[in-house]
Each structure stands twice: as C-alpha cells, then as structure tokens.
C-alpha cells in the first residue's frame, strides 16, 4: 500500500513515519503541503491507495485540497484520513462532509504514538 504523508512539521512527520512503519507501512511519500500533494497525485499522476492529511498549512489548506481530491473523477473516492492538531468541531465536520476520516493529534508523544497505530488500522480496514 503506498501512502502519501502531507505535512508541513517535520517533528509530526517523523513522528507519523516512525509509527507508520512500526505498523509495518514502509510505502510513504512525504510531501510538505498541499500544492505538493495535488501536484503529486493529480499532476504527476501517482494516486497512493491513501492520504494522510494535514488540515493547517502554508499555501493550500488540507481543506481545500481534500475538496480538489473530492472534485476530481480519479481521486472521488481516494481514502484520506485527517491527521491534524486542529480539534476545531467545524474543522471535523467540514472534512467529514468531504467524506474523509479525522483524527486529531495530541501533542503528547504516547497520545501521538496511539493515534497512529488507530490511523493504521484504518488503513488495514480501508485496503482493497
């Protein structure tokens, strides 16, 4: 399963990386915000079978990018799970609306630990 991280702190990217392939997912491309994943997966072409992503970042929020992915025929249906700071009830609404999952994450280096293994079971769930 390839996966694509999208994040703009190197602390929570490493964090995530580092549990991500404690679970055993070793497929990560790392992009640092959202004009890099568009240009990633509808620019280049490289659809991951599932995106991390950060919601607030420097020139395209995780947002508008999941509304971009929504919009697109080829990525309509593309899993993405929210992997955000943010515990903004809107912020959880708005990419629900947009059919992704949210996971918020905590600033405590165990709490983060535990959210991502929960991140990864999704995505064990989510695989075709």
């Known amino acids: 399963m390839t996966i694509l991280l999208v994040d703009d702190n190197p602390d929570d990217r490493e964090l995530t990386l580092r549990e991500l392939k404690r679970h055993n997912h070793r497929n990560v491309v790392i992009v640092r915000d959202g004009v890099e994943a568009l240009e990633h997966i509808l620019g280049a072409g490289q659809t991951p079978q599932l995106v991390l992503l950060d919601l607030h970042m420097p ?70």
Do not use: W, Y
Not at 63 to 70: G, K, M, Q, S, W
């Open 59 to 128: 020139r395209l929020s995780g947002l508008e990018v999941l509304r971009r992915l929504r919009a697109d025929a080829r990525t309509r249906e593309l899993p993405v799970v929210i992997l955000t700071s943010s515990d903004n009830p809107q912020d959880r609404r708005d990419a629900e609306s947009f059919g992704a999952s949210f996971l918020h994450k905590p600033l405590n280096f165990a709490e983060f630990a535990k959210v991502t293994g929960r991140s990864c079971r999704m995505m064990a769930a989510a695989a075709p």
